[in-house]
Nanobody, 123 residues
Framework: VQLVESGGGLVQAGGSLTLSCTAT????????MGWARQAPGKEREVVAS????????LYADTVRGRFTIFRDNERDTVFLRMNNLEPEDTAVYYC?????????????????WGRGTQVTISS
């Protein structure tokens, strides 16, 4: 099983980025998917999650209204569209998969994790 993130980078505050995560070696459509982030000195936080059939999406309060999670089960890929980015969004962003299929913001409910992609927002 492998989750590979892409799309991170350096942008100015107010800008946008779209992260992608492609899964291999797993039945992607059977998993809920999430995006978590971890800033230096802080705990890992799941900021967005989507159920296996996209029926349920969850967001952290800090990103609701600015971030959108969506998935393409035909391409085994989950995306995180991030708008109106703030310096506080700077972190390593990780893709994760949960075999329960239910959207969740609890990190321990995820079975598989990617290696992460750095997102840096300059003020």
């Amino acid at each position: 099983v492998q989750l590979v993130e892409s799309g991170g980078g350096l942008v100015q505050a107010g800008g946008s980025l779209t992260l992608s995560c492609t899964a291999t070696g797993m039945t992607f459509s059977a998993y809920a998917m999430g995006w978590a982030r971890q800033a230096p000195g802080k705990e890992r936080e799941v900021v967005a999650s989507i159920s296996l059939n996209s029926a349920i999406v969850l967001y952290a309060d800090t990103v609701r209204g600015r971030f959108t999670i969506f998935r393409d089960n035909e391409r085994d890929t989950v995306f995180l569209r991030m708008n109106n980015l703030e310096p506080e969004d700077t972190a390593v962003y990780y893709c994760a998969a949960a075999s329960t299929g239910w959207a969740t913001r609890v990190p321990t409910e995820y079975n598989r994790w990617g290696r992460g992609t750095q997102v840096t927002i300059s003020s």
